[in-house]
Nanobody, 124 residues
Framework: QVQLVESGGGLVQAGDSLRLSCAASGRTFTNYAMGWFRQAPGKEREFVAAINSGGDTYYRDSLKGRFTISRDNAKNAVYLQMNSLKPEDTAVYYC??????????????????WGQGTQVTVSS
């Protein structure tokens, strides 16, 4: 079992930056590909970014250049740096984990574990 706890969400203005954190516990962190998803009101949950234990990253095309995913294997943590935020980035952001070495796996296979989510609201 892996527990994922997100933090760092909040209310910001358009153009601001925000950094989300996800603390993982329970199993060997480096065995897992980690990722971020988001779900806006009335929309399906969508993939945002992923990273494997070696640091290879993959992003949703529309978010490249604004969002950066990183991880600290020593701290069992994964981060999402979000810059130049837009109102359409408003969503609940979820941390996810899947036992795999690929940074792409979360784009085509469901996570093994989800966090509880953290709300990000961007005002115009």
């Amino acid at each position: 079992q892996v527990q994922l706890v997100e933090s760092g969400g909040g209310l910001v203005q358009a153009g601001d930056s925000l950094r989300l954190s996800c603390a993982a516990s329970g199993r060997t962190f480096t065995n897992y590909a980690m990722g971020w998803f988001r779900q806006a009101p009335g929309k399906e949950r969508e993939f945002v970014a992923a990273i494997n234990s070696g640091g290879d990253t993959y992003y949703r095309d529309s978010l490249k250049g604004r969002f950066t995913i990183s991880r600290d294997n020593a701290k069992n943590a994964v981060y999402l740096q979000m810059n130049s935020l837009k109102p359409e980035d408003t969503a609940v952001y979820y941390c996810a984990a899947r036992m795999d070495n690929s940074d792409l796996v979360l784009t085509y296979k469901p996570p093994d574990y989800w966090g509880q989510g953290t709300q990000v609201t961007v005002s115009s």
